[in-house]
């Protein structure tokens, strides 16, 4: 589904990405793992699209297109959605509405017809109910006062409404205590399914423990340094990055 | 009638010559305004035309007109409108709900049309005119407030619409009187081929404990210039509530001038919210006096301009006596070239102890050309007072933007809702619902309508 070959990006003219090489298959789950500062934010931003991050060589393809000629917005009309590690407050726009304008735009992007405004509650409800989470949140302004851990709830509740083919979670266990990193990755795990693809960015295993990945891969210099089974994760949860030439931060 | 000054002397300053033209036809059209002949309203256009031609047009080197120049407007020959242009009723803007009947009055290049007004009943106590018409019917109501809301005797163009005033809105409520339905005044301009000139008066008189709600809707019709220089009295009287909202929709070429002068009594509340859209230059200037303790005050707004457009507003809120709270918050956008004003001042007496002021003006810059003027102005002489102010200008924020648009709203639809979420922010001080909802939704036809940029 994803295919990411040699992939250099810079930021403020600094190299990050030194050759990024990747291939996530439909219906896998696979997990990206680093020390700090091995570009694992950079390579989800350089995917969705975010402007300032400048990619001057290599490629990567999604679902036979070239994604890195989209614009974001078309990249998520494509079926990229990242879930963000800092979610954006939007005062004066509540939940409700931008999930709507949101669904609406894609499926105009898709050729399907837009959903009216009963249509849309029926399944905001459902998608809400299912998240363990409270109706009130649909009619507070995005993201505003919201815990850290509503605000991750949130982004999987975008997930589960826009129904992306490809899920890229940015370090979404950041900030989360145990509780609601369970709610999280039930709410994630209830989304794997034969058609859909997910990159899992994270720099601690324990999300793993309740996200289980197909593949492994460690995120070291820019490039991938290692690729291995879920058992690689825990390994490196022993041993720490330090193999990896990398000066570990945490 | 006569004209006083003539104010030819060989050494005629600059401001005098920008107000000779005006002089020369208020020498021809004086005795033919509604009123003419009553002694008091004679006495009150002389003093009118008199000041306007000694001052003549505003220039920037005065201090409330620092960032406002009205070279254009002074270079412009403006005449009083002649004829009477038929229009449909389907054109005129309402906030009332269609099925429901508005108490509507319609003007039309200043003066009421009454084949286009819609009073509906009123309750007792209650009148609701034209200007031209109280004149005639309430001469007594007019003469005691027309002129004598202020207690200063204002500017220039506060005295070049009193030699000038032929119409305008007339509302008294008796004590008590309360109006269910919100009293609408239509203000329509027609730029036509040669550019017209227009004073509207408006008077409110809200006596004790009565209750109403007032939308002025100032709009154009056609493309060319006109000149529309509006002034509002307002009378609150104690435990009066009056809710005064307006939106200024003119044409792309006029110049609207608007001041309105209050007087507010005991316990009193006035809140007025303006939207400002239209017109190539428009001014937005309130002088609320607050004269009686436990009195609110609410002063808000929206401006929304681009192209070249520039838009000042300019409040001066004046607590007179103890414990009043007036509070003033304004958004606007501003895109292309154009150019927006908020000067905001308050001050404080020296017996209005127990003042709680505050004072927030936001704008958001939507291009690098686009400019915005802000100076609040605090002028304190009480010490047990609260007064806050805050001003802040910005751009839309990168983050929120792409955090819409990895959600798939395409760019020009996130930076609209980020817009639209900015301006509805100050629509909430909007206390009437309906009113509230019609605004919001000029806001989202102006952003879906897509803006010129320059």
Aim: with cysteine.
């Amino acid at each position: 589904m994803l295919e990411i070959k040699n992939l250099h990006a810079t930021v403020d003219g600094k190299p990050i990405l030194k050759g990024v090489d990747l291939i996530v298959p439909a219906g896998e789950v696979h997990a990206i793992m680093g020390p700090n500062g091995a570009g694992k934010s950079t390579l989800s931003y350089v995917l969705a699209g975010r402007e300032g991050y400048e990619v001057t060589e290599g490629t990567a393809t999604f679902r036979g297109r070239d994604l890195l000629a989209m614009e974001p917005e078309e990249r998520a009309a494509a079926g990229m959605f990242l879930a963000f590690q800092y979610p954006v407050e939007i005062p004066g726009v509540t939940n409700m509405t931008f999930l709507k304008t949101a669904l609406n735009a894609l499926r105009k992007g898709r050729g399907e017809k837009e959903l009216d405004a009963m249509q849309f509650l029926k399944l905001v409800r459902a998608k809400t109910k299912e998240l363990g989470m409270s109706e009130e949140m649909l009619k507070r302004a995005v993201n505003v006062g919201f815990s850290g851990g509503e605000k991750k709830r949130n982004e999987v509740l975008q997930m589960a409404v826009l129904d992306p083919a490809f899920c890229l979670l940015d370090e979404t266990d950041s900030g989360l205590d145990i509780d609601a990193l369970r709610i999280v990755a039930d709410g994630v795990n209830a989304l794997r399914g034969p058609d859909r693809a997910m990159l899992v960015i994270t720099h601690y295993q324990r999300l793993l423990d309740y996200i289980v990945p197909d593949k492994v891969h460690v995120l070291a210099g820019g490039r991938i340094a290692r690729t291995g089974g879920k058992e690689l994760a825990l390994e490196l949860e022993e041993k720490g990055y330090a193999e990896f030439g990398a000066a570990e931060a945490a | 009638m006569t004209t006083t000054s003539t104010a030819q002397s060989s050494a005629q300053s600059p401001a005098q010559s920008s107000a000779q033209p005006y002089l020369d036809q208020h020498g021809r059209i004086a005795d033919d305004l509604p009123g003419a002949g009553l002694p008091w309203l004679d006495r009150l256009r002389l003093e009118g035309i008199g000041r306007f031609s000694r001052s003549g047009f505003p220039t920037t080197r005065t201090e409330a007109w620092k960032y406002t120049n009205l070279r254009d407007l002074a270079r412009t020959a403006f005449v009083p409108a002649a004829t009477k242009p038929t229009i449909g009723l389907d054109l005129l803007p309402t906030v009332v709900p269609s099925g429901e009947s508005p108490h509507r009055l319609v003007f039309v290049d200043g003066r009421l049309r009454a084949d286009l007004c819609s009073v509906g009943d009123l309750p007792p106590g209650a009148i609701l005119t034209g200007l031209a018409a109280a004149l005639d019917r309430h001469p007594d109501l007019v003469a005691t407030h027309l002129g004598q809301v202020s207690p200063d005797e204002g500017g220039p163009m506060r005295a070049l619409n009193t030699a000038f005033l032929a119409d305008g809105l007339v509302l008294a409520l008796d004590p008590g009187v309360r109006l269910e339905r919100p009293v609408e005044a239509v203000f329509v301009g027609i730029g036509a081929e040669q550019p017209t000139m227009h004073h509207p008066r408006v008077l409110i008189v809200a006596g004790r404990g009565s209750e109403a709600t007032v939308v002025e809707h100032h709009v154009g019709l056609g493309t060319g210039a006109y000149f529309s220089n509006v002034v509002t009295e307002a009378v609150v009287e104690d435990g009066a509530r009056l809710h005064h909202y307006k939106i200024q929709a003119e044409g792309a070429e006029a110049f609207h001038v608007s001041t309105l002068v209050a007087r507010l009594g005991a316990e009193a509340s006035y809140d007025n919210f303006v939207l400002t859209m239209g017109g190539r230059l428009s001014r937005n200037e309130l002088r609320p006096f607050l004269g009686g303790s436990g009195t609110e005050c609410r002063l808000s707004g929206a401006y929304m301009v681009s192209g070249t457009q520039h838009a000042d507003t300019t409040t001066v809120i004046d607590h007179a006596v103890p414990r009043c709270t007036s509070r003033e918050v304004y958004k606007g956008v501003i895109d292309g070239a154009a150019r927006a004003v908020f000067q905001g001042k308050i001050i404080v007496r020296p017996d209005a102890q127990k003042t709680d002021g505050y004072q927030l003006n936001r704008a958001l810059l939507l291009s690098d050309a686009a400019e915005i003027d802000s100076k609040p102005e605090l002028e304190i002489y009480a010490d047990d007072v609260k007064c806050s102010h805050g001003a802040t200008a910005g751009e839309l924020d990168d983050d929120q933007l792409f955090y819409l648009r990895a959600r798939g709203i395409d760019a020009a639809s996130a930076r609209n809702l980020l817009v639209a979420a900015f301006l509805l922010e100050a629509l909430d001080e909007i206390r009437v619902e309906t009113v509230r909802d019609a605004f919001a939704d000029r806001v989202r036809d102006w952003l879906a309508a897509g803006r010129p940029t320059v």
